[in-house]
């Protein structure tokens, strides 16, 4: 039985990176059975295994496969901990957010990874899933007083609704901001469209969602 | 058409192939994610004409509008129970812009359905729904196979044997793309393992399509060249596309295009032709730069 979570964090790292889903959440178990903070172990343990396979991605050791199961085994651990977290937090989430990827577009994988990271950064995340009409996008961030509606293209041709969903967002009169990402998708593209945020990946787009959450605060 | 007279002929000569057809008919009025199959009973005229447009500019083989026509495309795009129908009705389109001499491939994507880790899909399943399909383009008279775009080789092997099990030639092409280690799939096939994969699942010619731009796939007709001896097919993007408020635009020249078919075909490639992003253009200046080039 480890003492620590230091002896857990390279392992937890480790079931990421190997894709494992059940070990994943063993560790994840064994975590919050140890007293651990849920935060902790995954900000470091879980989420510096994403990065790693971001990285070995770039490098172009891993591929879509690793890729697909790194995220099912992050996924797997954040089923156990997500409860914990709530209550930890008290119901306080730091932010609301629908988020989906758009018409036209099944593409799954990095949106729910976003989504996996956004809720273990204290979002409430309404993950609304892959194909969604622009029209839901709206009704669903009225219905919830989304503080962000996020929206994923991996395709030429779909990333060319995100900026009929950004209009759609400003006609409904809305303050929901409008973030944008997926593999086509650039700063650029989302500056011309007028989105108010872009990351060029899951661990980025924490960041960029927290900022904007806090200029909406402030 | 047999397989050995299709190997005859292409180890006779360079074969001009057509360019890509789903941004054709974008730039013809077909709005953005509609699938092209919905054009085949909807506006067949159009369909007609992009085919009798690559004829006219100098292709010898063209490409069916079936690249989503499996039953389960199909059915995701509204086209549900409709496979036998599209495909039919696809090659007589084909068939109706031909030259004597022209051939219609039939054209296969890959079924949308996703083996594991990504999906559930069983290869059984995936052989199925292609087998459906190409009966269909068999029976509708189509001369050979092409099986393109294609990203997982599992997939990609399963469609070869369907094909070549219905006794046509077949021509099979994956996408890859240049990673640091050398060309892969995103699913991380490697380049000549792959096409030698597929050339001994019954493929007569294998090679490359679609996501990359000309001068890469130069480089990958180079690499497979120095490694295998099986007919090559390369058929390149007009470039990355580039999105921007105003839609989407190819950056590749017909020229740049040309330039780099005739490098390729001087390399060893015997099937050239273009995908997303290419016109009738293209095909004409491939054409002009062949000739140019005493490959024809």
Known sequence: MPNNLSELLPQMQQAVLDGDEQEAARLAQLALEQGFAPLDAINRGYLPGIRETGRLWEEGEYFLPELVTAAVAMKAAMAILNPAIEREQDGQAIGTVVLGTIQGDIHDIGKTLVGTLLSANGFSVLDLGCDVPIERFVQEATQIKADLVCASALLTTTMLSQRDLVLAVREAGLKAKVMVGGAPVTQKWADEIGADGFADNAVAAVEVAKGLVVHRAA | ?296
Not at chain 2, 9 to 32: A, F, K, N, Y
């Open chain 2, 1 to 296: 058409m047999q397989p050995d007279a299709f190997l005859q002929m292409i180890d006779q000569r360079v074969l001009l192939l057509d360019g890509g057809l789903g941004t054709l008919l974008i730039s013809m009025g077909l709005e953005q994610g509609r699938a092209p199959e919905w054009w085949v009973v909807e506006h067949p005229q159009r369909i007609y004409q992009a085919h009798r447009a690559y004829v006219l500019a100098g292709s010898e083989l063209i490409h069916t509008s079936t690249f989503g026509a499996s039953p389960g495309k199909l059915a995701s795009v509204g086209l549900e129970g409709r496979c036998q129908e599209i495909n039919q009705a696809a090659v007589y389109l084909a068939r109706e812009a031909c030259e004597p001499t022209t051939l219609v491939a039939g054209d296969v994507g890959p079924t949308g359905l996703l083996l594991p880790p990504l999906g559930k899909a069983t290869e059984q399943e995936i052989g199925q729904a292609l087998q459906e399909q190409m009966e269909a383009l068999a029976q509708a008279g189509v001369d050979l196979f092409s099986i393109e775009t294609m990203f997982d080789l599992r997939e990609a092997r399963v469609a070869v044997m369907a094909a070549s099990g219905l006794g046509l030639p077949v021509m099979a092409s994956m996408t890859f793309e240049s990673r640091k280690r050398g060309y892969f799939t995103i699913m991380g096939d490697k380049l000549v393992p792959s096409l030698t994969a597929l050339h001994q699942a019954g493929a007569q010619a294998v090679g490359f399509n679609c996501s990359v731009t000309p001068d890469v796939m130069t480089g990958m007709v180079h690499a497979a060249r120095m490694e295998i001896e099986v007919p090559l097919v390369a058929q390149p993007n007009a470039g990355q596309p580039q999105v921007s408020a105003e839609g989407i635009r190819y950056p590749a020249s017909a020229e740049e295009f040309a330039r780099h078919l005739v490098e390729m075909a001087l390399d060893g490639a015997r099937l050239v032709g273009g995908c997303c992003g290419t016109d009738p253009s293209f095909i004409q200046a491939a054409l002009l730069a062949l000739e140019a080039a005493e490959l024809r």
